[in-house]
């Protein structure tokens, strides 16, 4: 009798390691026999995937960031192939983190193992020189927003819209009262989720900044609180350190490690980094405000690899039209971001029409995305089993 079959996915980051569990155990209930191994994070160690390694290894942000750790992720990348070719594998999925996956499938598939990206690299944003290496590298495109579809099809490049499981997990209609009271927070104050960022590159880039916005909020909104998620624990202290140096913000804001979800659906409107959060808080349907900063260097390197489209939170990108304010590296300053966020809080007008083209996103998004994802996966799977 021959060993169970095993099949690799690798996730990159944190977003990526939430996006890949129900697929897991999606593909564990269908074919009990399959073994999952790869880089995985707490939620898909959960699903039942052994970690080769862990995804916090991967979690690099900005061109100068990546640079700096190259050489260690270009032998983590060398090594993972050979394991991967080695182990027999029947199939590779990468999750999100094209930079990465990208270059792992093509040599995996190089090697004659069939390749999955789930999460198509954001071409129609920047970089789209990125769909040849896409050709190159994948047997088969997973895509979490309906748009692109068409978009690799004319490339010429087999790829299925799958829905995003985010808007399985966020309720059509949120429920702010229950939100806050689960939080143990003022059920009748205004309350502003902050959220700059889940790494510390990003809260040393935003950190003040969104603090020093909340800080003018305070003369601004009477009996305004503050609630801020922190991603990891780790973080905590740092975040806290910043915070010492706006004191009428620390003495209104509740910091709440993990449980973002609670804190966008209790808030009255959210200051956020742009990113997959920006995703969520319009899942949740709140007023937003998005801002940037990145390092001067990854900033201009970015431009000149380029392309971007008119916006770069996905609210934006899904509606094809800015439906919520974006203010990126010198624009991002404490007075633009505090005026935004007071005239979202005052559009009252506007919000009936704001939150019905938020529902409407959250209905182009809801597809039973792990069945779909655990489906692509063992068909091809069985596919290279058969050539």
Not at 60 to 77: A, D, F, K, S, T
Request: hydrophobic letters at 50%; one cysteine or more.
């Amino acid at each position: 009798m021959g060993a169970s079959p095993l099949f690799a996915v690798v996730a990159g980051e944190v977003s990526g390691d939430l996006l890949a569990a129900p697929a897991i155990r999606e593909i564990s209930r269908l074919q009990p026999e399959v073994r999952i191994a790869g880089i995985a994070g707490e939620a898909m160690i959960e699903a039942g995937c052994v970690p080769w390694h862990h995804v916090r290894e991967l979690s690099v942000r900005g061109y100068v960031e990546v640079v700096r750790h190259l050489p260690r992720l270009i032998r983590l990348r060398r090594e993972l192939a050979g394991r991967v070719i080695a182990s027999g594998c029947r199939v590779l999925m990468g999750v999100d983190s094209p930079d990465f996956n990208l270059g792992l499938e093509a040599s995996v598939r190089a090697a004659g193992i069939p390749t999955i990206q789930y999460v198509g690299p954001s071409i129609w944003a920047w970089r789209a020189e990125r769909i040849e290496k896409v050709r190159r590298a994948v047997d088969r495109l997973l895509l979490v927003f309906p748009f692109e579809q068409a978009l690799y099809e004319r490339a010429g490049i087999a790829a299925s819209y799958v829905g995003h499981p985010m808007a399985q997990n966020i309720p059509m209609k949120p429920d702010r009262a229950a939100a806050r009271s689960r939080l143990g927070v003022d059920g009748r104050a205004t309350q502003i989720a902050l959220l700059p960022g889940s790494r510390r590159a990003e809260i040393d880039h935003l950190g003040a900044l969104f603090f020093g916005a909340a800080e003018r909020l305070c003369s601004d909104v009477p009996g305004v609180r503050f609630l801020i998620p922190v991603a990891d624990g780790s973080l905590m202290a740092h975040i806290s350190t910043v915070l010492e140096r706006f004191p009428r913000v620390a003495a209104s804001a509740t910091l709440i490690q993990g449980r973002s979800h609670d804190c966008l659906e209790a808030a009255d409107a959210v200051l956020l980094a742009s990113g997959t959060a920006t995703l969520e808080a319009a899942l949740f349907k709140r007023p937003m405000v998005i801002a940037y900063r990145m390092p001067r260097l990854s900033a201009w390197m970015i431009r000149k690899i380029g392309g971007y489209l008119p916006w770069i939170g996905l609210p934006n990108i899904l509606a094809g039209d800015e439906i919520v304010p974006e203010f990126l590296q010198d624009d991002a300053t404490e007075d633009a971001l505090a005026d935004a966020l007071l005239q979202q809080l005052d559009d009252v007008k506007g919000r009936a029409r704001f939150v019905e083209r938020l529902e409407r996103i959250h209905e182009s998004l809801l597809r039973d995305t792990a069945a779909l994802v655990a489906e692509a996966v063992l068909d091809t799977a069985a596919r290279g089993q058969r050539t």
